[in-house]
């Protein structure tokens, strides 16, 4: 039928194409790709030909209306580069539009390097947040990363190899010395998964940047324990609890995660809070 179909494709090995991708693609009328370039080896492998139109990060509103448009009487493939559309991309906007015109929505569920990551990774997977790329500047990852160091779950960020180093350290600062995984080549041939503190894996990549896509798992804080952070992270998680809580919980809260004084993370809290 008509509409738009969420097509999830291989994050590295090529045989790990569904049958009903497969078969979607093959018989898609237009396929909204986030490079054609890289598309076009998966459909060479599938001895596919469909065209194809390039949707990603900077595609506009006008690019999102004709591709809705198209969907009242053509089957429209979203794929992304690697792994299940809408993960770390822009893809929402799509399908949220598609959605307000009524047109059909369905999902080819498949591989997604977050989800293979953290079955790789040994670390806790009842609970697990999902947190993408961090930010490039040290202040404002600091920021980011102080949001989740009261979560009580597995986190998983995607990086790149030269930044990992940096932000591994970060996470360490941050969230303190927790057990943590790299993931990287997921699904290809030399697939790799080192485990370890969040400090040694800093020591370990910061001095031998690795190539390919990478995956950290961060394991949830350790009941009980106070987390090591200096003044600019507390003061950051400080900033994140007062948007949600008062004054005295939000200090409560901090001085317990971090082992500080709780008078001297009040007494900061208030001034904080003036500043906001």
């Not at 999830?8 to 078969?23: E, K, M, Q, V, Y």
């Not at 941050?174 to 969040?198: D, F, H, M, Q």
């Not at 896509?213 to 900033?239: H, Q, W």
Request: charged share 20%.
């Amino acid at each position: 039928m008509p509409g738009l179909y969420i097509v999830a494709t291989p994050i590295g090995n090529l045989g790990d194409i569904s049958a009903r991708a497969a078969a979607v693609l093959a018989r898609a009328d237009l396929i909204a790709a986030e490079d054609t370039r890289v598309t076009a080896k998966l459909l060479s492998h599938l001895g596919l030909r469909v065209p194809m139109t390039p949707y990603h990060d900077h595609s506009d509103e006008r690019t999102r209306a004709d591709l809705v448009a198209q969907m009242a009487d053509k089957v429209v493939a979203l794929v992304s580069d690697a792994g299940t559309p809408l993960i770390s991309d822009p893809g929402y906007k799509l399908v949220r539009d598609a959605r307000a015109a009524g047109r059909l929505v369905t999902t080819l569920p498949g591989p997604c390097a977050a989800i293979a990551a953290i079955t790789l990774s040994g670390l806790p997977s009842d609970r697990f947040l999902f947190a993408g790329f961090l930010p490039s500047k040290a202040k404002a990852r600091a920021d980011t990363i102080a949001e989740f160091a009261s979560l009580r779950a597995s986190l998983i960020f995607y990086e790149s190899g030269p930044r990992l180093g940096a932000s591994l350290a970060a996470l360490a600062e941050g969230l303190g010395n927790r057990e943590a995984a790299v993931a990287r080549e997921i699904t290809k041939l030399y697939e790799e998964c080192v485990t370890g503190s969040l400090a040694d894996l800093a020591a370990r990549y910061t001095a031998a940047p690795p190539k390919g896509e990478i995956v950290i798992v961060v394991a949830p804080p350790t009941e009980g324990a106070a987390e090591v952070a200096d003044d600019a992270v507390v003061d950051a998680a400080l900033r994140a609890a007062l948007a949600a809580q008062p004054v005295s919980r939000a200090a409560k809260e901090v001085a317990k995660r971090f082992g500080r004084n709780r008078h001297a993370v009040y007494t900061r809290a208030l001034a904080l809070k003036e500043g906001l």
